[in-house]
Antibody, heavy 118, light 107 residues
Framework: EVQLLESGGGLVQPGGSLRLSCAAS????????MSWVRQAPGKGLEWISA????????YFADSVKGRFTISRDNSKNTLYLQMNSLRAEDTAVYFC???????????WGQGTLVTVSS | DIQMTQSPSSLSASVGDRVTITCRAS??????LNWYQQTPGKAPKLLIY???SLHSGVPSRFTGSGSGTDFTLTISTMQPEDFATYYC?????????FGGGTKVEIK
């Protein structure tokens, strides 16, 4: 059974940093690209970043480019999102998701809440 | 960036109704269109990929159609578990973008 488990969310002050993790199991993690998708409270879904299976290529939405970094450790079956210079508008539930096929997310984690507030 | 526009933003339906949701892309995306279902407090679930292919385990009452810029998700016979919010998403190019969502409520 495919499982994705996010962790690392919490309350952080504006300008602060946070690192999210996504532990994967039940599939060949090292063979799949992965993404982070977020959802602000009461709002829709927003894709923010992706990384290819071997980490060769990363992608970012303009809203987070230059502030967020995506990485992965295939030996630990774990995906990361390093978030710096956090803003109030980054407050959201952050989901990790597996690329079942081209830019298509067949499996999602349960999400972790990030709250940016003073 | 490719803009995705869903309509309606919400609708009311009864169990047994046929429901249709539309999604329009701001440019030609061929068949690179996915549909997701989300219930409150839960992660989205993939329903349809490549515009019309049913994801594993998804009931056959869900169908997708369309290509180019205009797409449709149809639920042939609403079941109680289908009351949720539905999102379209283009998988044509980065940045990946979603429609604004369609909330399907019980009438």
């Amino acid at each position: 059974e495919v499982q994705l488990l996010e962790s690392g969310g919490g309350l952080v002050q504006p300008g602060g940093s946070l690192r999210l993790s996504c532990a994967a199991s039940g599939f060949a993690f090292s063979s799949y690209s992965m993404s982070w998708v977020r959802q602000a409270p009461g709002k829709g879904l927003e894709w923010i970043s992706a990384i290819t299976s071997g980490s060769a290529t990363t992608y970012f939405a303009d809203s987070v480019k230059g502030r967020f970094t995506i990485s992965r450790d295939n030996s630990k079956n774990t995906l990361y999102l390093q978030m710096n210079s956090l803003r109030a508008e980054d407050t959201a539930v952050y989901f990790c998701a597996e690329h079942t096929s081209r830019w298509t997310w067949g499996y999602w984690g349960q999400g972790t809440l990030v709250t940016v507030s003073s | 960036d490719i803009q995705m526009t869903q309509s309606p933003s919400s609708l009311s339906a009864s169990v047994g109704d046929r429901v249709t949701i539309t999604c329009r892309a701001s440019q030609n995306i061929s068949a690179y269109l996915n549909w997701y279902q989300q219930t409150p407090g839960k992660a989205p679930k993939l329903l349809i990929y490549a515009a019309s292919s049913l994801h594993s385990g998804v009931p056959s009452r869900f169908t997708g159609s369309g290509s180019g810029t205009d797409f449709t998700l149809t639920i042939s016979t609403m079941q109680p578990e289908d009351f949720a919010t539905y999102y379209c998403q283009q998988s044509y190019s980065s940045p990946l973008t979603f429609g604004g969502g369609t909330k399907v409520e019980i009438k």
